[in-house]
């Protein structure tokens, strides 16, 4: 498997206008900017992109449009996780098609007492068997209520065709027994900003992660002074981005991620209800933790 | 609202064939049996009946077939909840074409940490307003994640079109509160057949249990000794169904539906990956549970 | 075993003095106002009397109190649990010294992850034998972390010295199972209000009530009106309670309790510190749902 | 505070005779062995210590003899957190007067629903007030389902007898934010060996470690490791550690601990019931994971 995996991705919001319709102008506006970042790579159609709110088209209008506009030194993932084997299957090859240059596929969760792991390992393995790009599994038991054990992860490295995980998790413990127990090559993102540091020190390879759509340089910068050994400076990073980390993901969600990314001149436009944006309280907290990490605010 | 909501549904699984397609006659066949019973009415395409596995065509080719197949004195209600609140106006309004009764809409739970009692209760009622038949909650904290408190449910209780709920918390103080606090005719269907006699004693009005697929008549017959004021029968009927109930539900899910309506007769087929239908081991005990609660098993 | 444990029993609470230090006289009035109810018996040194807080000393200070000062037809039960199974056997061994009829034992929980079912019913095996007088195993997974299940309590009730339960889960499926599974005649008492009466429906013999601490009275009414058949009196009863029952346990603890009973006239005192008393706001919603109980308040 | 809390400190298992009588002889052996290491230091009657069954005369006992025979380069702390603020200050200035350099006090938790971050935070407050040694706060939600958040630890750092946190939890992004949020001179000491690695990476000074009953050379190797700056000799240590930790702490306890001990020669003794020793099976796991670590094992 020649392709690299590693850096900061952001898995990119899919901004809707007024009336809830899809806004690919601005998606391409939102690529224009990040793709004169040291971003890595796009993550389309992820759980942040609202994927479960999009319908099969909007789904594949999304992923064409990012890897259309990606700039050619960003790769591009797709979010292709459904909950039976042979939808994720079709969704994978799809994904393909658009010329996705990898797929993340989540735990399937409805039926969570059922995800023992022999079903979930006959899961990837058998998208991964079926699947033309290399596969990356996605752990996030706090939204899916089911967790991919480290043993598990391990048995489905061995698969030529599954090529890391994304591990949103934030339990750095079983972070860290994935590097050890996986294959030397096995592409181990952390997807959970508020242990992106530590994860990295464990053996991380890159981040997949909601905050780097509002502040990639930031992300950058961190995984550099890691990078470069710089411990202490790597450590204040972590402490700055963390709190709107949290703010954006568990506390407000896809809402709070998409009113910071305004404030800094992102097009993100509104989410689909249930969701909400949230109110000018939440807003002035972002807009101060933006000002902290040293972005100038618009509102 | 006429429309009267009690007794007992199964909310009924959908046959596939060993080739995973659907299978449509095996449907009717079900059907057919379950016609000459003392049910209720059908939840169609509902968790057991594996929506989460079936394209929007195969949920209303499922639908369409319990509406025409219904006996006349059977209600029909049809499972149509979505993540977004669109896509769930969207099927609600084309199961009301279909010609489904009632419609089932289950608490978005993807973004668990965003869906506060405010968004929920816009979502349901922004849905109640839009569909064109009387709306049910569904509350399964247990799969979602997610739990509508028993002040919401009050709340939605007083919208003219919602009409009722599906607990399946198993949570018999909270049951018994939303009873207490709803509006005088809303149904109050428990969903959890290890607490469906407690239930009827707090006041629900009847039941959709995954069971009465395979036991229609004990399910009834607990409803009707309940009913004739037969404590004791009912209670000794509780113990009776309830080791059952609990294997085709949160210990073996679908697969151990499906395995115990073969048995008696039923034509499940089979479940879609990654679910599996358990092995030889538990196909015994489920026979040796059928037995005791007087069915002939076939293998 | 001819004891017969029935009826509704207060888990009493232990008066102190502002200054923190034990009130017996308190102790003795509160007693011989309870003695003129119907109440069937009393827990000393529960969850509610505040045992964790008492030194071994007050433990028998307060029992030998309640054994003296109960009225003749009153039984008394001592909790004697401690978290390793030969200090279990000696503070039990005291109660029945002191004059206790039945000992009720929590199941062990500061080591939780090691607490299987295998050592659980050792630790309860070997505590009965030893003991002179029966004793009650005691669930409560809220405050321990660590269920017993109902193969466990079946197992347990075939020992002549166990002879019932305090089931304070409020998971009523197994209370049900429960009830099936133990023998013939073991006291199913259950332990939370919020479920009092599903729980006398699915057959438990009586309750161990902290809100019957202050409103005794109401309590024995519904357990007499589920005796004589009055299931809808028993049931807007059950609605009548399960506010305060829960603003007095899982919302405001024993501060609650003590300080809803201060407004009704009984002597509890203080809790000790790290528990406070809540503060006006929540002493208002006390007084108006014991208004609302037909009782008279006074602040 | 010139007290240096840092290094690695094992809570220090008590060994009990076959009997089940304390072997103080036996945890002078154990002192003695443990003296010629590079421990900073030990903790007596901690969760590891079976505090919780010990009578307060064995807990003296075992403090006066860790006193009396820890080598002079080694600071004792003692577990002293009991239910009650005034049980616990009473514990506290006893263990003062035995010879303890500081107190380790954890969260209470029986009465969990009522811990809010307030109660938690005067219960320190006073008990720092009162204690003549330095006190640290011990947050372990696992055992106690109680979690003390970054914020009131925080708080509770700027109190001049507050040295410093053991925190269990494992969640490391919580340790980041308190080594953050915290004082300058605030000791953050992890207690979850699965994360020793990433924990010093976030910024703790130290670590109070089971596993350091049984191999303190490989984590005061790990410790230096880490300090040298040699990343990836700590990585190394950390994996090689990591499921010797888990076996001796979550998954087999105090019980599996002591099997180790015994394996490479210390002399722990038995557990008190309801804990039990694991059986041949689990032991020659732990002789495996022993065996790898570089240490001799005899049966």
């Not at 997949?208 to 050994?229: D, K, M, T, W």
Request: proline share 7%; hydrophobic share 45%; with cysteine.
């Amino acid at each position: 498997m020649a392709l690299k995996i590693e850096g900061v991705w952001p898995p990119i919001v899919t901004p809707f206008r007024p009336d809830q319709e899809l806004d690919l102008e601005a998606l391409k506006a939102n690529l224009a900017r990040w793709n004169t970042t040291g971003l890595a790579g796009y993550l389309a159609t992820g759980s942040n992109g609202e994927a479960v709110f999009l319908s099969p088209k909007e789904r594949e209008a999304v992923l064409a449009t990012v890897v259309e506009h990606a700039a050619p030194d960003k790769l591009v993932m797709a979010g292709t996780g459904q909950e039976s084997t042979r939808a994720t299957i079709a969704a994978t090859r799809r994904a393909a098609e658009l010329g996705a240059h990898c797929a993340l596929v989540v735990t399937p969760c409805y039926f969570k007492s059922q995800m023992t792991p022999t079903r979930l390992e006959a899961h990837f393995q058998a998208v991964a068997d079926a699947s033309p790009i290399p596969v990356l599994v996605y752990n996030f038991p706090q939204a899916t209520g089911v967790n991919l054990g480290p043993e598990s992860v391990a048995r489905l490295s061995e698969h030529p065709n599954i090529a890391g995980i994304k591990d949103s998790s934030g339990n750095i413990a079983q972070l860290s027994e994935i590097v050890h127990l996986a294959r030397e090559d096995f592409a181990v993102m952390v997807g959970n900003a508020e242990v992106f540091h530590p994860a990295l020190a464990c053996g991380a390879r890159g981040a997949i992660l909601a905050v780097s759509n509002v502040i990639p340089e930031r992300c950058v910068e961190l995984i550099q002074a890691f990078a470069a050994g710089e411990m202490e400076r790597a450590r204040r990073l972590q402490w700055a981005i963390a709190r709107l980390a949290a703010m954006v993901t568990r506390i407000h969600g896809v809402g709070g991620l998409k009113a910071a990314m305004s404030l800094v001149g992102y097009q993100p436009g509104v989410v689909r209800p249930p969701l909400t944006i949230p109110g000018p309280e939440v807003v002035q907290e972002l807009a101060a933790e933006l000002t902290a990490l040293g972005y100038q605010v618009s509102r």
